[in-house]
């Protein structure tokens, strides 16, 4: 079991920084693919970021890579989103989940699941 808790959202102009952070219970953290999604009102959940248990590989959606950062501390039990260029349309609620799948960008395969964490962008 895994339990997942968000923090680092907020409401922040266009062009802006934020970093997310997801805390996780329990000492299997590091067995786990991390990922971040985020979903807006009407419209489905959308893959952002993962990266594998060890940290050494990340894959990110489209369009994303470069302005968004994924990165882990297994130490900590942590994994971090650093998102930066925000862009109104980047306005969401943000989960972390965890998974242990080969398919990392389809929230069906990930068995864990944070409360979310609202960001908002303004233009």
């Known amino acids: 079991q895994v339990q997942l808790v968000e923090s680092g959202g907020g409401l922040v102009q266009a062009g802006g920084s934020l970093r997310l952070s997801c805390a996780a219970s329990g000492r299997t953290f590091s067995t786990y693919v991390m990922g971040w999604f985020r979903q807006s009102p009407g419209k489905e959940r959308e893959f952002v970021a993962a990266?594998?248990?060890?940290?050494?590989?990340?894959f990110y959606g489209d369009s994303l890579k470069g302005r968004f950062t994924i990165s882990r501390d297994n130490a900590k039990n942590t994994v971090y989103l650093q998102m930066s260029s925000l862009k109104p349309e980047d306005t969401a609620v943000y989960y972390c989940?965890?998974?242990?799948?080969?398919?990392?960008?389809?929230?069906?395969?990930?068995?864990?699941w944070g409360q979310g964490t609202q960001v908002t962008v303004s233009s």
């Open positions: 989940a965890a998974a242990r799948s080969r398919i990392w960008d389809t929230p069906n395969h990930y068995s864990y």
């Open positions: 990266i594998s248990w060890s940290g050494d590989r990340t």
